[in-house]
C-alpha cells in the first residue's frame, strides 16, 4: 500500500503525458497556460478572501459570541443542548477554519471521545461553509442575487446542526 502511494502521481504524470503525446498537443503550452490562468483566478478571489478573514477576526475577536451565548444559555439549558458547542455550530456557515479550531479546543477540553467531542465532529461532518461559499465562489462568478441560495443554505446547515445533537445525544 505504502508502495502504491508513491507511485499514484508518477503514473498519473506519466498517463497524462502519454494521452497528450498521443493526442499531439504541446505539453508545456498547456501547462503555461494553466499556470496563468490559475494565477489569473488567485489574484481574482483574493479581494473576496480577505474580506471573509477580516469579518471572521471581528467576530472572533469582538467576543460577540460569548456575550451573545450568555443571553441564551437558560434557552439551551432547557433544550439540553450544551452551550459549549453552540460557538462552533454559530460559526460553522460563516469559517471552515474556525470552526476547525473550536472543535479543536473543545478536543483538548473535553476530549476526542466525550460527548462534546463526538458531537462537534459530527456537526462538522453534516454542515458546510455557507457564507463563505456564497460570499467567495458566487462573488467570484458575479452572481448577486444569493438570497434563495442562502437560506437554503443556513436552513441545511441548521437541519444538520440539530440532526447531528439528536442523534449523538441518542446514540452516546
Known sequence: MILFSKLIMPIIIITIISYAFFKK???YESFIKGA???VEMTINLF?????MIFSINIIVKSNIINDFLGLLKPLFDILRVPIEIIPMAIMRPVSGTATLALMNDIFIQYGVDS????????I???TDTTIYIL???FGFVGINKIRYAMWVGLAADLI???ASIVVVSLVF
Not at 479581494?47 to 474580506?51: D, N, Q, T, W
Not at 460527548?115 to 459530527?122: E, I, M, Y
Open 25 to 27: 498537443n504541446n505539453i
Open 36 to 38: 496563468k490562468e490559475g
Open 47 to 51: 479581494p473576496y478572501i480577505l474580506a
Open 115 to 122: 460527548f462534546l467531542g463526538r458531537l462537534a465532529s459530527t
Open 124 to 126: 462538522q461532518g453534516s
Open 135 to 137: 460570499t467567495l465562489y
Open 160 to 162: 444538520g446542526i440539530v
